[in-house]
């Protein structure tokens, strides 16, 4: 009896793991975040839920490997595998986001932005791939945050 209530406690246990926040990386070529951060977001959630006519803070932790001399924002959010971008107040990584360009390779660093989420936007789940991308266009980090917009 003990044996099977270890058993049942562990596969619990597992189940509620499984059900834990994952933040994944979505094809970061010059750098690799370490910590994502969304304010309010409860991380013990399969998704982050973002309340409409609010605005939601995020901060990303990464390291970079190559000298990046510009980075731009770019937000978008996958509902029923179709992309649409988010419209960002600052679309400039170097201005107003604890990043100062340019940005040096083997350093570590931390961007914060501030995300509206619009009270047009319908309650949804949706991936939220959030890049951050070189002069070259080519993504220094890329992080998919799955969320459900309330």
Known sequence: MFTLCVLISSLLLTLQLGTA??????????GKFTQVTIEGCD???????LQRNTNVSISIDFALAETASVVKTVVHGKVLGIEMPFPLTNPDACLNSGLKCPLENNEAYRYTATLPVLKSYPKVSVLVKWELKDQNSVDIVCVEIPAKIQ
Do not use: I
């Open 43 to 49: 991380t013990t959630k399969p998704e982050c839920l």
């Open 21 to 30: 926040l994952e933040f994944q990386d979505c094809g970061s070529k010059t």
